[in-house]
């Protein structure tokens, strides 16, 4: 079974620009969620969708901050416009079911943003 | 609220040591607690999960936890560290009702010595 897949792995940007990163989940997992990992802290949770909707996004900044599942299968999270605190690596996991709280939870490799 | 708090950032062992690795929780409701750990430029891999069933967890590569209620804890155990265990170990929580947010804690490093 193929894991959840993220693009770029890499990328670096000056502050003020703009940028996208895109998530496939597992085939068939109903929940996706995008974690924000800053170096040296744990994964915070921005934005968490069932399907096509929202289940929480109650941390994203959302004067920047946007993203998408359209279909409700692959994500795109994009920063718009970025600042330096944005540096950090953004986690995209999936996971089977609804919104139980035993799911598994299952991560890409993660995108390691550097804003300059 | 849910919080986990990790003693710990970076962890040494021998090769063939104990390896022990702590975590206390914060819950205002029954917790599902679980430990991931990450690989360097990987992304994370559930080791186990506790979700009341079994005070006792079993995981993947010989790794155990046990909950306990009386001390807030659900500290990592192995009990002979091999060279592939480096790497950063996470413990998380989430309620057992409502929201399934996973909160992480800061993540202890760990260093297996030859």
């Known amino acids: 079974e193929a894991g959840v897949a993220q693009s770029p792995r890499y990328k670096i940007i000056e502050k003020r620009q703009s940028v996208a990163f895109w998530c496939n989940p597992i085939?068939?997992?109903?929940?996706l969620y995008w974690y924000q990992q800053i170096l040296g802290q744990g994964p915070k949770l921005l934005i968490q969708?069932?399907?096509?909707?929202?289940?929480?996004d109650s941390q994203l900044p959302k004067d920047r901050f946007s993203a998408e599942r359209l279909k409700g299968v692959d994500s795109t999270l994009k920063i718009q416009p970025a600042k330096l605190e944005d540096s950090a690596v953004y986690l995209c996991?999936?996971?089977?079911?609804?919104?139980?709280?035993?799911?598994?939870?299952?991560f890409g490799p993660g995108t390691r943003l550097t804003v300059l | 609220a849910q919080s986990v708090t990790q003693l710990g950032s970076h962890v040494s062992v021998s090769e063939g040591a104990l390896v022990l690795l702590r975590c206390n929780y914060s819950?205002?409701?029954?917790?599902?607690l679980f430990w991931y750990v990450q690989y360097p430029n990987q992304g994370l891999q559930l080791l186990l999960k506790?979700?009341?069933?079994?005070?006792l967890v079993k995981g993947i590569n010989g790794f155990e936890a046990e909950f306990k209620k009386s001390e807030t804890s659900f500290h990592l155990t192995k009990p002979s560290a091999h060279m592939s265990d480096a790497a950063e170990y996470f413990c998380?929580?989430?309620?057992?009702?409502?929201?399934?947010?996973?909160?992480f804690g800061t993540g202890t490093r760990l260093t297996v010595i030859p």
């Open positions: 996991a999936s996971s089977p079911y609804g919104t139980a709280s035993t799911d598994t939870q299952y």
């Open positions: 969708f069932q399907n096509n909707g929202v289940v929480d």
């Open positions: 085939s068939g997992h109903a929940t």
């Open positions: 506790y979700t009341s069933a079994a005070t």
């Open positions: 998380a929580v989430t309620q057992s009702s409502g929201a399934n947010n996973l909160f």
């Open positions: 819950s205002s409701v029954p917790p599902y």
